[in-house]
């Protein structure tokens, strides 16, 4: 008698935006432990002390945790690098399965203290990027599709929302992360018939990154660490993309469907109750 098949990612192409650092290296690594191959895109191949993590470094964290890894370096919103992340992807590994569009700019400030070239990047990276990348993706993910493997588009952004308290104090930053939203809303229903997932997945509490540090007034021993979105990723990426798409899912909820309650182990100071909401979430 046959069991469940087994739940894997084993064997699959992700190809991850931002991947250099915080959520997008977690959800890397959690994959490569699966023993997934994991085409790397960010822009960060020298170190700054600012923001910790380079590609290559990435890179190695990957191939430790039992994945093969290619880092690419690549800007998002230049749709030529992109093609030619793609072109690169499928000669190392043949193809794509899944894509994981994480990268994302933010800006948190109201309309007379956003410079156009901050609005210029948050719509470049979140939107533009998102859009291209998936864009790019596309031919091989339908291919992927067509020889009935798990194929996924998973983007990093929250459900969306018509509320005035969400866009009111940085409405450029709202507007760009519901463009990655409108995304997968949109996607959802045009790539429904060819098989392919598109999700959307977002934390409830914020999240301790390097990008988050640089915010002022953030407590990061207030937050959770990566490793939530990574294992609300694995779960949402080894589910059937056929049966699951179109939603908008919160990282506590996919856990809790898993039968995973118990979230302490993802705060960075395990036993804090007091844990910082993140955005967008009523």
């Known amino acids: 008698m046959s069991g469940t098949p087994e739940r894997t990612l084993r064997g699959q192409t992700?190809?991850?935006?931002?991947?250099?650092r915080g959520i997008g290296l977690a959800i890397a690594t959690r994959a490569a432990?699966?023993?997934?191959?994991?085409?790397?895109?960010?822009?960060?191949?020298?170190?700054?002390?600012?923001?910790p993590g380079t590609l290559g470094s990435a890179a190695a964290e990957v191939e430790a945790a039992g994945g093969r890894a290619?880092?690419?370096?690549?800007?998002?919103?230049?749709?030529?690098?992109?093609?030619?992340?793609?072109r690169a992807a499928v000669e190392r590994f043949g193809g794509i399965d899944i894509l994981v569009n994480n990268a994302s700019a933010i800006n948190l400030t109201p309309t007379p203290a956003t410079p156009m070239k901050r609005f210029d990047l948050m719509f470049g990276v979140?939107?533009?990027?998102?859009?291209?990348?998936?864009?790019?993706?596309?031919?091989?993910?339908?291919?992927?599709?067509?020889?009935?493997?798990n194929t996924h588009i998973l983007?990093?952004?929250?459900?969306?929302?018509?509320?005035?308290?969400w866009f009111a104090p940085h409405v450029a930053y709202t507007m760009a992360k519901y463009g990655m939203s409108m995304c997968t809303l949109g996607h959802a229903g045009e790539f429904r018939a060819q098989g392919i997932g598109v999700n959307s997945l977002w934390p409830r509490t914020a999240i301790a990154t390097a990008a988050l540090?640089?915010?002022?007034?953030?407590?990061?021993?207030?937050?959770?660490?990566?490793?939530?979105?990574?294992?609300?990723a694995w779960s949402i990426l080894t589910r059937s993309a056929r049966a699951t798409t179109g939603n908008f899912f919160i990282d506590d909820e996919v856990l809790a469907a898993e039968g995973i309650s118990d979230l302490d182990r993802y705060a960075v100071v395990p036993g804090t109750r007091d844990l910082i909401a993140d955005f967008f979430l009523d």
């Open 126 to 149: 979140n939107v533009r990027g998102t859009y291209a990348c998936t864009q790019a993706c596309l031919a091989e993910l339908i291919r992927s599709a067509g020889a009935g493997r």
């Open 70 to 86: 290619l880092p690419v370096a690549t800007d998002i919103r230049d749709e030529n690098a992109v093609a030619a992340a793609v």
């Open 14 to 20: 992700l190809l991850i935006t931002g991947c250099s």
């Open 213 to 232: 540090q640089m915010i002022p007034g953030i407590d990061l021993n207030k937050c959770r660490k990566p490793d939530i979105l990574a294992d609300a």
């Open 33 to 51: 432990r699966d023993g997934a191959n994991i085409v790397m895109l960010a822009k960060t191949v020298e170190p700054n002390p600012r923001l």
């Open 155 to 165: 983007n990093m952004s929250p459900p969306l929302s018509l509320k005035p308290h």
